[in-house]
């Protein structure tokens, strides 16, 4: 009997096996995380108010320097305490709001930059304008070091890619319509009325993220070993390197991309205000057409867009500085620079996401880091360079750091 009830069991556990095999092959695969379009579209939105706030001060440079007292280059200083205080947030907000819900740390990131351009539309002087910007950096520099995570939320990691398209959109849209809208509403209002303006919006946008945007959980494992760790891994340190190296030099140029546009001459003439706000549309046309054609391609494509792309961030900085007298040859050139720049943005994304898909968190905060740090420095060197020798001393410190940022990025590629 004790040999038939183990027959018996045998029997039952073979059956059990193969049903289970039977429901394994014909049971549907895992479905794939729903692509949240409206979600999506808020984070453009928060993308494109928080880089337009980041820099307003560009576009209103003259009128800003000349309310606050002060020069060119000091009135340059506000982009730089934002991407101080951004450099010391990205790689640590995690670590300082572990257990958060990181759409709740968006909306609350989100009413803090609208708070700063209020504070900014009512300050004094430029030391309170700074202090003001400090609650800038946060926000934007909180809201790109999670970007990776809530997008892989949104839309799940096979398309990541296309979910930062999305993010960066954002930004070039703040190139097309932002920074030129706050030059174009400047000369009918006041620079101060603009910066109010984007606190309105940019509170009502957080709102927004609140409603439509899904709960995302927060890392459990982040922490400073974790960020140490991350950039010890192959090609990753090089790589960020070659990174900050290459938005240095862009934005070495391009924080001081009105000084520059002042030098053409058309008829004998400096341009007129109207000829500088479609220049720096032309810019952000750029970064949309950039974007939507990266973004498309990326995924497919990320080994040569890692390696064209810094290339053609320096080109463009390279034609301004060579033909500053001619008009044409500057308008294709910043096309080509803003279309260069937001491929940049994604394709960075990517290769981070690609490398370090089990650290979204640390790698997007690593990046943002570098990003800001370059950021920082390029405002500080080009506003001591601006002053000093003039904006063409600027753009060619841009060139070589660009140059030398590409280099990087492509070894780190190859590792």
């Known amino acids: 009997m004790v040999r038939t009830s183990r027959r018996k069991e045998r029997a039952a556990g073979a059956l059990t096996s193969v049903m ?90 989100a009413f803090a930059a ?23 950096g946060a926000a934007l520099s909180g809201f790109w070091a999670m970007s990776l995570t ?29 920074v030129p809208l706050g030059v174009l509403l400047s000369t009918i209002a006041d620079w101060r009325a603009v910066f109010a303006g984007a606190a309105v919006v940019t509170a009502a946008v957080g709102v927004a993220v609140r409603l439509l945007l899904p709960r995302v959980p927060s890392e459990s494992a982040a922490s400073l070993g974790i960020l140490a760790s991350t950039l010890r891994r192959p090609g990753i340190g090089l790589g960020l390197s070659g990174h900050v190296l290459t938005v240095f030099g862009h934005f070495t140029a391009y924080t001081y991309i009105r000084l520059a546009l002042e030098r053409i001459q058309q008829d004998g003439e400096p341009l007129a205000e109207g000829s500088i706000v479609v220049l720096l549309a032309l810019f952000g046309v750029g970064g949309l057409v950039g974007n939507i054609v990266t973004g498309a391609i990326v ?7 890692s390696a064209v792309v810094p290339v053609l961030v320096g080109l463009p900085i390279v034609a ?13 050139a910043v096309v080509v620079w803003g279309a260069a720049f937001a491929a940049w943005l994604i394709v960075l994304n990517a290769w981070i996401g690609r490398r370090l898909p089990d650290r979204l968190e640390a790698g997007g905060g690593l990046v943002v880091a570098g990003f800001q740090l370059a950021i920082m420095l ?18 060619l410190t841009g060139i070589a750091a660009v140059a030398v940022g590409a280099t990087l990025f492509g070894i780190a590629g190859r590792r």
Do not use: K
Request: no cysteine; proline share 6%; hydrophobic share 55%.
């Open 20 to 109: 289970t095999d039977t429901l394994s092959l014909t049971a549907p695969a895992p479905a794939r995380p729903r692509f949240r379009s409206a979600a999506l579209v808020v984070m453009m939105l928060t993308s494109f108010l928080l880089v337009t706030a980041e820099f307003l001060p560009n576009g209103v440079l003259t009128e800003f320097a000349r309310d606050l007292g002060v020069t060119p280059g000091q009135a340059g200083q506000a982009v730089t305490v934002t991407a101080l205080v951004g450099f010391l947030v990205a790689p640590t907000i995690g670590l300082l709001v572990p257990r958060l819900d990181r759409r709740t740390l968006l909306v609350w990131l």
């Open 114 to 136: 609208a708070a700063s351009n209020l504070l900014v539309a009512i300050a004094p002087s430029l030391a309170i304008v700074l202090a003001s910007r400090v609650l800038l």
């Open 150 to 178: 809530v997008s892989a939320r949104i839309a799940g990691p096979e398309r990541l890619g296309r979910a930062v398209m999305f993010t960066t959109a954002g930004t070039s849209l703040a190139t097309v319509l932002g």
């Open 299 to 305: 995924d497919r494509h990320l080994a040569l867009l």
């Open 320 to 332: 301004v500085v060579v033909w500053p007298t001619s008009l044409g040859v500057v308008g294709a």
């Open 378 to 395: 390029a405002a500080a060197v080009g506003g001591l360079l601006v002053d000093a020798a003039g904006v063409q001393a600027a753009y």
